[in-house]
Every structure is written in structure tokens, then in C-alpha cells.
């Protein structure tokens, strides 16, 4: 069975849009430990659009479980990953008008960049994972550049719109972990995955975590709306 780790960069995205300290994903991140998460990823992107480098550092002194911070393998965020010392990172490709992490990073024309990074990692003790498609020259060529994890991209698989291209799409991720495994890689995969999708790579035998927001925190917004409302009734009503 495979570890979850949540995702808290959402929590950080409303905070953001209000501009003041409210909510807190440090304390979200602290909820999620609670409720039993075994880890918990943030997303320190170089444009600062949710997560800042205050809540990585509150998040390191506060996380019981696991600290994985997801990057690109950008010089300034490389330097504030070596002073914080998340427990792993995971590599990813990052576009400023992105509006999440659209691809697996291609790690073979990233190749000098990414060995130079992972050697730096590794003199701190720090695990690096590299988010890939499913796809068997990027998990050679992660392998190569001396990753621990991978990360195997479930996008295309939760976007599928019909149940033929899930099928398809689902054995890519089956027989891509299968591989990676194999070949001495230990297999993570995240993104997309939501209460109808996750079972079935959950069930994978080679799989040890799986990263989890937008479903997680959308589904939270709406479960704990009603509580929320009454709560707030309550105080109206006196
Ligand atoms: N894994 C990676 C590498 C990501 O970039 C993201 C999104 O931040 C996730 C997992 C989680 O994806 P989702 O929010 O769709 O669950």
C-alpha cells in the first residue's frame, strides 16, 4: 500500500488571492498529519504564486512525517532547498503561465543541469525524485542522472475521456513502474488523482507514495462548507 502525501499549495493559493496570513497551510499541512497523511508536499515556485519560502521554513520545523518540496532546478531555489533541508525534492518542469505543472520534465534534455543539481542534493543527504511522463527513455535517462524516485505523471491517465483511453493510459503508468522499479528506481506518482481515479494506481505493488491536492482540499472546501456555514449561523443567531 502506498504512503500519501498532501498537498497543501491550495491552501497557500486562497491565502493568497485575499492577501493576508489566513488560511495557514502550515497548520493545514498539521490537519492532514493528523488525519493520517505520511506526507506533505509544497511547491516553491519561482514566481511565489502560492507557497512562500516563509511557509517551507515554518514547514520544516513543523512537519512530523515527510517534507517534500517540489521545485524546478532553478539556482535560487536550489540554494533555499540546501539552507531549508526538505526530507526529499521532487524536480519539476516549471512554466510561468502555467496553471499547474503541465508535463513530466524531459529529463534527457536536461541532463547537465539535472546531475549537477542531484550531486549537489546528494552531499546534502537529500533524496531527489524527478517528475517524468510515463515513458521508458525518461526513466532511463533519470536512472542516469543519479534520481532516487521517480514520479510518474498520472495526468493523462485522470483526464482520459473515455474508459478505452484510461485503460491505455493506466497500463503506461502499470508497465512504466514496473520498469523504473526494475531498474533500481524507487516509484512515486501523483497529478490528477481523485476519489475515482486513485484506487487502481494505489493498488500498484511497486508504488510507494502517491502526491495528493486538488482533489484533497476541493473536496475539503465542500464537505466542510455546511459546518462552516453553521458555525458562522450560529454566531449571527447569538
Ligand atoms: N505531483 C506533482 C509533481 C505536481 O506538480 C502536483 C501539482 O502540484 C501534484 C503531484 C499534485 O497534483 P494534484 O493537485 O492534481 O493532486
Known sequence: MP?????VDHIATIREAR???????VLAAGIC????????VVHLREDRR????RDVRLLRRTVKTKLNLEMAAAKEIIEIALDIGP????????????LTTEGGLDVIANEKKLKKTIARMRKAR???SIFIDPDAEQIEAAREVGATFVELHTGRYCDATDEKQRDREFRLIEQSAELAFESGLRVNAGHGLDYRTTARVAALPTIEELSIGHAIISR??????DRAVREMLALVRG
Open 3 to 7: 504512503h500519501l502525501a498532501v498537498n
Open 19 to 25: 492577501g493576508i496570513a489566513e488560511p495557514d497551510p
Open 33 to 40: 498529519e493528523l488525519a493520517g497523511a505520511e506526507g506533505i
Open 50 to 53: 502560492h507557497i512562500q519560502d
Open 87 to 98: 526530507d526529499m525534492i521532487t524536480l519539476v518542469p516549471e512554466k510561468r503561465k502555467e
Open 126 to 128: 537529500i533524496p531527489v
Open 220 to 225: 475539503a472546501v465542500l464537505v466542510g462548507l
